[in-house]
């Protein structure tokens, strides 16, 4: 016991919990790429697609043969090779049977396998499963000695690495995939291209990769749909392997009695479904976000039909269908990620090229190692055939050493020089064969594989014919599919920018917009508001508020330096207290709106607490992210106090210390960005106040209650941008404001 005690004790290792973590947490992500997540570039799956192709070519489910339940595949795939959830596996297998989600499935299921809809498969007891044409082509010389076998997980079998994939699954049929820290997104593209670029690669593997696009044109989806990209947004996607895609549906417009005109979506993006995409439409008539529409309706069969009939004849098509591009699913972004599992098993980011040359370098390894498969295979066949030949030769002599030696196998062999197998196939002979016909038979035999045996050596040994033979692959490859090339997706080029417009599916009218002192913000209908009736939060009261339509933007500067836009129709309305402005907008919860504006078109003065500013443009500072933009940069804990409307030629500025600086607006700068210049210097304290004045009218400023003070002679403040400033007259507010 004690020495029990003693090794355990020698083994312990002393370790922090986050170091153990780290590592533990460090192969498991290591196991989800490498394992699970990233396809292998060569073909293109991973490994529980690779498992569930092979399991069905060992239960021989092959094209010609008949279907077997599906739950039988995954039991014997979950069982032998893949040791985790069948509802994992299955999934798998249904999408490999989907003609909506691949453009040449792998899988041909027989039941009830999902749809566009996005309703669910059957479950695995009622459907049905065999590998289609193009699995049996991925699967095409495994028993050949084309790649090489791992043993499963339990070391009971044994399993492929990967496929020889004789056909270029990872580009035609695409893959996704979310690992730890990296993810894969693969759409997929069309076989004729595919394969032609292939063939230009063999024939020159050094070619640009504009060379090569001028074939691929982008991604060919199986449910259709038109990419709007320019080729130079196409190109650098292809060349980076990351980008995206824009991708909308298709449509047409048919036309009715007495000029009346609906419009068809034939063609839907890839991967949306089609009934998320009616419910949408339904919903936003419903709540009369699209008053221009007055109905939807699915009139799908085999072939998708969606009908959005327009309120009145008197519409534009385009415009209105711009509407729905923007607010539904009818048009989205298809991501471009070639992250692939490399020949090293590596994660790697590749470009399309890459992609290329590793899956036809792949099939020029597995043409080797089949032919050399072959070639052995011949060379013993010829060994037993000799043998055979030695026999019709000295068929008494054999006969007798058969008959009367003690051991035949060892005096054939001494007697006639042969080999231990030769002796074997000769003992092993049925004397129904040592016929004269047999023996021509025979010797026929022997020159067709001989001629075979030639033809293998010089493929194997002459680089050119083992790209020629990949090339002639390639072209039986799309002569097979020829009926089934033809591109499904169309190809836009023309740059089309989405264009705005809010009077389709929203309503027109007079909103004040009413910005409390605590941030919460809300609508009001009308203009001519009694601000003493609007209610707010115990302890809140009126910051802000500025009147607008229903379909303009509101425009919202912080005092984190961040201009805000919104449109003012995604307000919250009514008579409540509106909604938190953090709520709406991202990074504003901590800030404080200082100035509210919808204009496109005015010059604004940026002001912060160290005394620094500049001019902006407001046609610079519109963003549509909620995070808003920043335009005013700051430092430490500075602040942004003024945002002004320029409609003077003079700046008066004051600091906390009350000093007064009055000067030129034309010297302060106009950027676009930054933390502008120093407006007014202080050596002790910051910005009080700024205001924007004609010199004309002079200061004013609010003295008590109800008292305004005007001072027209200015002459004691002004002074050049960057000043001190000097003391204010009596009477000025304290701490020091303008207004």
């Given at each position: 016991?004690i020495d029990d005690k003693t090794d355990i004790k020698d083994k312990q290792v002393r370790s922090t919990f986050s170091e153990e973590l780290s590592k533990r947490f460090l192969q498991y992500a290591l196991s989800t790429i490498?394992?699970?997540?990233?396809?292998?570039?060569?073909?293109?799956?991973?490994?529980?697609?690779?498992?569930?192709?092979?399991?069905?070519?060992?239960?021989?489910?092959?094209?010609?043969?008949?279907?077997?339940?599906?739950?039988?595949?995954?039991?014997?795939?979950?069982?032998?090779?893949?040791?985790?959830?069948?509802?994992?596996?299955?999934?798998?297998?249904?999408?490999?049977?989907?003609?909506?989600?691949?453009?040449?499935?792998?899988?041909?299921?027989?039941?009830?396998?999902?749809?566009?809809?996005?309703?669910?498969?059957?479950?695995?007891?009622?459907?049905?499963?065999?590998?289609?044409?193009?699995?049996?082509?991925?699967?095409?010389?495994?028993?050949?000695?084309?790649?090489?076998?791992?043993?499963?997980?339990?070391?009971?079998?044994?399993?492929?690495?990967?496929?020889?994939?004789?056909?270029?699954?990872?580009?035609?049929?695409?893959?996704?995939?979310?690992?730890?820290?990296?993810?894969?997104?693969?759409?997929?593209?069309?076989?004729?291209?595919?394969?032609?670029?292939?063939?230009?690669?063999?024939?020159?593997?050094?070619?640009?990769?504009?060379?090569?696009?001028?074939?691929?044109?982008?991604?060919?989806?199986?449910?259709?749909?038109?990419?709007?990209?320019?080729?130079?947004?196409?190109?650098?996607?292809?060349?980076?392997?990351?980008?995206?895609?824009?991708?909308?549906?298709?449509?047409?417009?048919?036309?009715?009695?007495?000029?009346?005109?609906?419009?068809?979506?034939?063609?839907?993006?890839?991967?949306?479904?089609?009934?998320?995409?009616?419910?949408?439409?339904?919903?936003?008539?419903?709540?009369?976000?699209?008053?221009?529409?007055?109905?939807?309706?699915?009139?799908?069969?085999?072939?998708?039909?969606?009908?959005?009939?327009?309120?009145?004849?008197?519409?534009?098509?385009?415009?209105?269908?711009?509407?729905?591009?923007?607010?539904?699913?009818?048009?989205?972004?298809?991501?471009?990620?070639?992250?692939?599992?490399?020949?090293?098993?590596?994660?790697?980011?590749?470009?399309?090229?890459?992609?290329?040359?590793?899956?036809?370098?792949?099939?020029?390894?597995?043409?080797?190692?089949?032919?050399?498969?072959?070639?052995?295979?011949?060379?013993?066949?010829?060994?037993?055939?000799?043998?055979?030949?030695?026999?019709?030769?000295?068929?008494?002599?054999?006969?007798?050493?058969?008959?009367?030696?003690?051991?035949?196998?060892?005096?054939?062999?001494?007697?006639?020089?042969?080999?231990?197998?030769?002796?074997?196939?000769?003992?092993?002979?049925?004397?129904?064969?040592?016929?004269?016909?047999?023996?021509?038979?025979?010797?026929?035999?022997?020159?067709?594989?001989?001629?075979?045996?030639?033809?293998?050596?010089?493929?194997?040994?002459?680089?050119?014919?083992?790209?020629?033979?990949?090339?002639?692959?390639?072209?039986?490859?799309?002569?097979?599919?020829?009926?089934?090339?033809?591109?499904?997706?169309?190809?836009?080029?023309?740059?089309?920018?989405?264009?705005?417009?809010?009077?389709?599916?929203?309503?027109?009218?007079?909103?004040?917009?009413?910005?409390?002192?605590?941030?919460?913000?809300?609508?009001?209908?009308?203009?001519?508001?009694?601000?003493?009736?609007?209610?707010?939060?115990?302890?809140?009261?009126?910051?802000?508020?500025?009147?607008?339509?229903?379909?303009?933007?509101?425009?919202?500067?912080?005092?984190?330096?961040?201009?805000?836009?919104?449109?003012?129709?995604?307000?919250?309305?009514?008579?409540?207290?509106?909604?938190?402005?953090?709520?709406?907008?991202?990074?504003?919860?901590?800030?404080?709106?200082?100035?509210?504006?919808?204009?496109?078109?005015?010059?604004?003065?940026?002001?912060?607490?160290?005394?620094?500013?500049?001019?902006?443009?407001?046609?610079?500072?519109?963003?549509?992210?909620?995070?808003?933009?920043?335009?005013?940069?700051?430092?430490?804990?500075?602040?942004?106090?003024?945002?002004?409307?320029?409609?003077?030629?003079?700046?008066?500025?004051?600091?906390?210390?009350?000093?007064?600086?009055?000067?030129?607006?034309?010297?302060?700068?106009?950027?676009?960005?930054?933390?502008?210049?120093?407006?007014?210097?202080?050596?002790?304290?910051?910005?009080?106040?700024?205001?924007?004045?004609?010199?004309?009218?002079?200061?004013?400023?609010?003295?008590?209650?109800?008292?305004?003070?005007?001072?027209?002679?200015?002459?004691?403040?002004?002074?050049?941008?960057?000043?001190?400033?000097?003391?204010?007259?009596?009477?000025?507010?304290?701490?020091?404001?303008?207004?």
């Open positions: 016991m490498t394992s699970r997540s990233l396809p292998d570039v060569r073909d293109g799956l991973k490994p529980v697609h690779r498992r569930l192709l092979y399991a069905m070519s060992l239960l021989n489910l092959t094209p010609e043969k008949g279907f077997k339940k599906s739950a039988r595949v995954v039991g014997d795939v979950m069982g032998k090779f893949h040791p985790h959830g069948d509802a994992a596996i299955y999934d798998s297998m249904v999408r490999m049977a989907q003609e909506f989600s691949m453009n040449y499935t792998l899988v041909e299921g027989q039941g009830n396998f999902g749809n566009i809809d996005g309703d669910n498969a059957a479950a695995m007891r009622y459907t049905e499963a065999r590998l289609s044409k193009v699995a049996s082509l991925m699967l095409q010389g495994i028993n050949e000695n084309a790649i090489d076998f791992r043993d499963t997980y339990d070391g009971d079998g044994i399993e492929p690495i990967l496929l020889p994939s004789g056909f270029p699954n990872l580009l035609v049929n695409g893959a996704q995939g979310i690992a730890v820290g990296m993810a894969c997104s693969i759409p997929p593209h069309n076989l004729f291209e595919i394969c032609e670029a292939a063939k230009l690669l063999i024939e020159n593997r050094k070619i640009e990769i504009n060379e090569i696009l001028k074939i691929i044109k982008g991604p060919d989806f199986p449910t259709g749909g038109t990419i709007l990209e320019s080729q130079s947004s196409i190109q650098e996607t292809y060349k980076n392997g990351k980008g995206s895609f824009r991708l909308r549906a298709n449509w047409v417009i048919e036309k009715k009695a007495a000029g009346k005109w609906q419009i068809c979506v034939n063609e839907i993006p890839f991967q949306m479904q089609k009934s998320r995409i009616i419910e949408k439409l339904a919903d936003l008539i419903s709540e009369k976000k699209l008053i221009l529409v007055s109905d939807v309706r699915d009139e799908s069969s085999d072939e998708i039909r969606i009908i959005i009939e327009p309120k009145t004849k008197n519409l534009n098509p385009d415009e209105l269908m711009d509407t729905l591009f923007r607010q539904t699913d009818l048009e989205t972004r298809v991501q471009l990620n070639l992250n692939v599992l490399d020949e090293q098993g590596k994660p790697k980011i590749m470009t399309v090229k890459e992609a290329l040359i590793s899956w036809i370098d792949h099939r020029r390894t597995i043409l080797k190692r089949v032919s050399l498969y072959n070639l052995d295979k011949i060379n013993r066949r010829l060994e037993v055939l000799d043998s055979y030949l030695i026999v019709y030769l000295n068929l008494n002599k054999v006969i007798k050493i058969i008959r009367e030696d003690k051991d035949p196998k060892q005096n054939l062999m001494l007697k006639f020089k042969l080999s231990e197998m030769q002796a074997v196939s000769i003992l092993d002979m049925k004397l129904r064969n040592l016929r004269k016909l047999e023996e021509r038979e025979i010797i026929l035999e022997k020159e067709n594989l001989l001629m075979e045996k030639l033809s293998l050596e010089k493929l194997l040994n002459s680089q050119a014919k083992q790209w020629k033979e990949i090339k002639k692959q390639i072209d039986d490859l799309k002569n097979k599919f020829n009926d089934e090339i033809i591109r499904k997706t169309k190809i836009n080029n023309t740059i089309i920018e989405i264009k705005e417009n809010i009077s389709l599916n929203v309503e027109n009218e007079p909103v004040t917009v009413v910005l409390s002192k605590k941030g919460w913000i809300k609508t009001i209908k009308g203009h001519n508001i009694d601000f003493g009736k609007i209610n707010f939060k115990e302890g809140d009261d009126l910051n802000l508020y500025l009147s607008l339509n229903s379909i303009d933007k509101l425009l919202i500067f912080a005092t984190n330096g961040k201009f805000y836009s919104i449109p003012v129709y995604k307000l919250p309305s009514g008579r409540g207290f509106g909604e938190p402005l953090s709520i709406i907008l991202d990074d504003i919860s901590d800030a404080k709106a200082l100035y509210l504006s919808n204009s496109k078109d005015e010059k604004l003065l940026l002001v912060s607490s160290d005394g620094r500013g500049f001019i902006v443009d407001s046609k610079e500072i519109s963003s549509k992210r909620k995070s808003g933009k920043q335009i005013l940069n700051l430092k430490g804990d500075n602040q942004a106090i003024a945002c002004l409307h320029v409609n003077g030629d003079m700046l008066a500025i004051v600091g906390e210390n009350r000093k007064i600086l009055i000067f030129n607006i034309h010297d302060i700068p106009k950027l676009n960005k930054g933390q502008g210049v120093i407006l007014q210097r202080y050596n002790d304290g910051q910005c009080a106040d700024a205001k924007i004045i004609d010199s004309n009218s002079g200061l004013f400023w609010r003295q008590g209650k109800d008292r305004i003070r005007t001072e027209k002679n200015l002459i004691t403040w002004i002074g050049k941008r960057g000043g001190t400033g000097k003391m204010p007259p009596r009477g000025f507010p304290n701490p020091p404001k303008f207004t």
